[in-house]
């Protein structure tokens, strides 16, 4: 498909476990996005790519949480040590945006993280 | 940085009946306003965006208003519908310099009763 493709769907996890979240965004697109959404919560900003330049990191609510993205491509969040509270469903969406332009970021179906 | 407040957070009206969702954005800057639907265990969805150049936008059912000066936009359904039932979130992103956001409200859920 022609989509946002992430893996896993699920994961469980035991407390204090690192786990590895992969997002494969359009082809093309040079901004992608991770967000998390705690149960019946909003989404909540965690890292921006776009391009070559650095990634905003602002939204990373712990050093536990990392992420790299590949060749402009392919991005991975790490949560090391994980905890309770890092249950939720991780979103990554990327869209085509310029320079200057925002266009349609497209989200992938999510993978639900389950920390026990 | 840039803060979205979105109202209600729950709504629920009867088939038929029109339905409208705030949002408010703190950044002057920001100058796209995208609204994502969120159906249960997806990913959300666009189904409408505005740019700070226009003040209404719509498509079908569904039309998106925007006040630059009050700081506040609008998300408007007609003649809702039961599969109109799902979580809405409105957005607000800025531009410069190649650099990007995207923040998003907390989501209203929307009940469509037949």
């Known amino acids: 498909g022609a989509g946002v493709s992430q893996s896993p769907s699920n994961k469980v996890t035991e407390k204090g476990k690192d786990v590895e979240l992969r997002c494969d965004p359009i082809?093309?697109?040079?901004?992608l996005y991770w967000y998390r959404q705690r149960l019946g919560q909003g989404l909540e900003f965690l890292i921006y790519f776009q391009g070559n330049s650095a990634p905003d990191k602002s939204g990373l609510p712990s050093d536990r949480f990392s992420a790299e993205r590949t060749g402009g491509s392919v991005s991975t969040l790490t949560i090391q040590r994980t905890q309770q509270e890092d249950s939720a469903v991780y979103l990554c969406?990327?869209?085509?945006?310029?320079?200057?332009?925002?266009?349609?970021?497209?989200f992938g179906q999510g993978t639900r993280l389950t920390v026990v | 940085g840039e803060n979205v407040e979105q109202h209600p957070s729950t709504l629920s009206v009867q088939e038929g009946d029109s339905a409208v969702i705030k949002c408010t954005y703190s950044d002057s800057a920001s100058n796209y306003f995208p609204w994502y639907k969120q159906e249960l265990g997806k990913g959300p969805q666009l189904i409408i965006d505005i740019r700070s150049n226009v003040g209404e936008k719509k498509d079908q059912r569904i039309a998106v208003t925007l006040n630059k000066t009050a700081k506040h936009f609008s998300l408007h359904i007609t003649e809702t519908q039961p599969e109109d039932s799902a979580v809405y979130f409105c957005a607000a992103s800025m531009d410069y310099s190649g650099y990007s956001t995207l923040t998003f409200g907390k989501g209203t859920m929307l009940l469509v009763s037949p």
């Open positions: 969406a990327s869209s085509s945006q310029t320079r200057s332009v925002n266009t349609e970021a497209f």
């Open positions: 082809s093309g697109h040079t901004a």
